[in-house]
């Protein structure tokens, strides 16, 4: 009896040299910059939708306490069916994003400006749709599956979120120095994001603070757009795209 492994070759799989491999789970792709993009809604947007409850609000926007739930309705645009930049040098790329009919109090406290849902703006001002009746969450379903691969110009920003409820991450370099300092061996996974200028789950299992971050934190001395950036908590923090406004078509 022989130990010798026995090749049997049943498939031939081969993967080109010279093609660039896709992404790997876990790896990070720097998002789209905070700007404007013309973005197509995809083709399938009728399935992207989900309805909810919301408890009833008066016109100042605070909740009514007791009030009979109100259904709402929004569209999901996940990493799997995005909003995808057409044109320009991010032609391709995707927006995850969630569009809702909920109405939000819009400009200063204690004006009477109207709320207005996030999808009123989609609609009329980057659709110039202002003919479609909405109202009910049917009519909204309606109004916007209508526009299924239409293109719609809209401006993006950054947000990030030192979550209370996740551990954090924290600067692989910083942590490998208070590793050394405490004369702690240093684990070599550690070392090797290190290298990268990585970060790491916080090996002692700390949470977020809680803060919040927008497009203009995420710059750094110079005003550059960054993608990464430090919490006081000393969190490392990703930025991840959001929609901060509804733009008109481009015309001409
Ligand atoms: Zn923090």
């Not at 004006?111 to 999808?119: F, I, K, T």
């Not at 009910?136 to 209508?146: G, L, S, V």
């Not at 949470?207 to 971050?213: D, E, H, P, S, T």
Request: charged residues 25%.
């Amino acid at each position: 009896m022989s130990d010798t492994p026995m090749f049997r070759d049943d498939v031939v799989d081969t993967i080109p040299g010279d093609i660039d491999l896709p992404p790997q789970m876990g790896s990070y792709a720097p998002p789209l910059p905070p700007g404007g993009y013309l973005f197509r809604i995809p083709a399938n947007v009728a399935q992207l939708y989900e309805l909810y409850d919301e408890t009833p609000k008066d016109k100042d926007g605070n909740e009514i306490a007791g009030g009979k739930p109100i259904q709402r309705i929004r569209f999901k645009f996940t990493r799997e069916h995005p909003l995808v930049v057409v044109g320009g040098p991010h032609d391709g790329d995707g927006l995850a994003a969630t569009i809702s009919s909920s109405p939000r109090k819009r400009g200063k406290k204690g004006s009477d400006a109207p709320s207005v849902a996030d999808l009123t703006y989609l609609l009329r001002e980057s659709l110039k749709d202002r003919t479609t009746v909405v109202g009910t969450t049917k009519q909204w379903y309606a109004a916007i599956c209508a526009h299924a691969g239409h293109l719609v110009q809209l401006k993006t920003g950054l947000q990030g979120n030192c979550r209370q409820d996740n551990v954090r991450y924290v600067d692989a370099a910083a942590e490998v120095l208070r590793l050394q300092a405490a004369n702690l061996p240093v684990p070599i996974e550690v070392q090797e994001r290190a290298q990268t200028g990585g970060s790491i789950e916080d090996p002692q299992g700390t949470k977020g603070c809680g803060v919040r971050y927008y497009t203009k934190d995420f710059k750094d001395e110079k005003g550059a757009v960054v993608f990464e950036i430090d919490c006081d908590c000393g969190a490392v923090l990703r930025g991840f795209p959001s929609i901060e406004q509804f733009l008109p078509p481009i015309t001409g």
